[in-house]
């Protein structure tokens, strides 16, 4: 894989903005492959409002978002309320999330797939002020933190490439999550993968999952009976070979 950009491509534009879009969607066209079936990628000729970019192959849909420099935490998106929208929709795209270097080259790329796309995981920000062009325009960022790491599926990762076998491998890891429609349902499963992320272990027991009945809590404050939804949950994560049962309560990453 080639990490530079071609920087003979943008001669006719000025502005910086412009330069970083043709730079980045040409690079992708090039670079990368639908982590779903592993099929070229093309462009949408007539910017498609939801998508940039289409797999030949499957037809799977997919949005570009870079940044220079690091991603962090949080990135942002555009206005809540269309946000919020898009995600509840049929035809929300899947994202690509890109880290370059100046116009230079690309540091970090990953996925994330559609379906792990939630209300939570988008944070409302603040109006902007009256003095502003676009007064009370109400925008969001795209959380990070509350999206699982198996979510977050790396092509590129601080300079260096991700096998293909491996992008693949964890693409079809969580498929199982396009069937679940409900948003309370996949919040309460994506909830618990975070909090088996926060573990920082490969296998853990049922015991640590219960140091998180508190904060679970607050995040579903009308479910009275927390442990046995993380009881649920589990069997559930289990049963879609997320995870493994080794016995006695306990626990192991798939």
């Known amino acids: ?10 001669a006719q534009y000025k502005s910086q903005a412009q330069v970083a879009r043709v730079l980045t969607e040409d690079w992708v066209l090039s670079e990368i492959y639908c982590p779903n079936c592993g099929g ?26 870079s940044k220079k420099g690091k991603i962090g ?9 269309e946000m919020i929208k898009r995600i509840g929709s049929s ?3 899947n994202f690509f999330f ?3 270097q100046e116009s230079v080259s690309v540091t970090d790329l990953f996925v994330v797939p559609k379906y792990f ?4 995981i988008i944070e409302k920000r603040k109006p902007l002020r009256e003095n ?19 979510g977050q599926i790396h092509y590129v990762k601080d300079g260096v490439e991700i096998l293909k076998e491996e992008v693949l491998d964890k693409w079809n890891k969580t498929k199982f999550l396009k069937a679940v429609q409900r948003p309370e349902s996949k919040g309460w499963i994506l909830d618990i993968m ?9 296998e853990f027991s049922l015991s640590d999952l219960y140091e998180f009945e508190k904060a679970l809590h607050e995040i579903h404050p009308n479910n009275k009976n927390v442990k046995p939804k993380i009881r649920q949950q589990l069997q559930f994560l289990r049963d879609k070979r997320y995870l493994e049962f080794v016995g006695e309560g306990r626990y192991r990453l798939v």
Do not use: H
């Open 73 to 81: 935490s949080k990135v942002t998106a555009g206005a809540y309320s």
């Open 91 to 93: 035809q929300r795209p």
């Open 132 to 150: 502003a062009k676009r007064a009370g325009w109400v925008g969001s960022n795209i959380l990070f933190s509350k999206i699982p790491f198996a």
């Open 40 to 65: 070229s990628l093309a462009g949408y000729i007539n910017n498609k409002p939801v998508a940039d970019f289409y797999c030949l192959k499957c037809a799977e849909d997919f949005e570009l978002k």
């Open 194 to 202: 975070n909090c088996i992320d926060e573990l920082k272990k490969n």
């Open 117 to 120: 796309f939630v209300p939570g």
């Open 1 to 10: 894989m080639e990490l530079n950009f071609k920087q003979n491509i943008t």
């Open 98 to 100: 890109l880290a370059r």
